[in-house]
């Protein structure tokens, strides 16, 4: 096994497994313990990092909450700025909003509407690619402000609820660590 292998099974191993959450029927990957564990943190941002290194970045944008996790460590990495997408609500400003499905309800983002402007480069980051839904709403946050989007990011994606599918579709390059393919 190749090093880079090893380092990813090393993440893999601290990712948390719970079943029916947050309702009957979900099992959710929870990267908590898996940031709470420095090396295993210090693994994800450094994947992330190597990824988008010899890209023109202007803003990092990480989706509420736990892309902030990444999405700050890595705009910081990178020299760029860092955009939160918000859940409804929680930003002061003036916003555009989102609505999308997951596997397991409807939701909706927002993001400030002078985030970014026409032509800043962005990636958008998130913990998880589960339906995609949640990805593709950002995407199209992005697009209506006339952002150029680099890739959408993630440090897990689920296989079979095929999001990668979907926000491929949007025109957007996907990158993720680590796969899974849950029975």
């Known amino acids: 096994m190749t090093t ?9 191993e601290h990712v948390r497994m719970v079943p029916n959450f947050p309702k009957e029927g979900i099992m959710f ?11 295993a943190m ?11 290194k010899g890209e023109k970045v202007d803003y990092v944008a990480g ?15 990178l020299g760029c700025g860092f955009v939160p997408i918000r859940k409804p609500n929680k930003l ?26 026409a032509g800043d480069r962005v990636v958008i980051i998130d913990d998880l690619l589960a339906t995609g839904g949640t990805a593709v709403a950002a995407c199209k946050l992005m697009k209506r402000v006339g952002a150029e989007i680099v890739a959408s990011a993630f440090i897990i994606e689920l296989n079979p609820l095929k ?14 660590m680590l796969d899974y393919d849950l029975d």
């Open 42 to 52: 210090q693994l994800m941002i450094d994947y992330l990092y190597e990824q988008f």
């Open 92 to 117: 002061p400003a003036e916003t555009i909003k989102e609505d999308y499905t997951l596997e397991y309800g409807t939701n909706t983002i927002e993001m400030h509407v002078d985030a970014v402007g």
């Open 29 to 39: 990957l929870d990267i908590t313990t898996a940031v709470k564990d420095s090396k």
């Open 63 to 77: 989706v509420e909450s736990r892309g902030f996790i990444f999405g700050a460590a890595l705009a910081y990495k």
């Open 4 to 12: 880079m292998l090893k380092e990813y099974e090393y993440v893999r």
């Open 163 to 176: 999001g990668r599918e979907k926000i491929k579709a949007q025109g957007v390059k996907v990158v993720t």
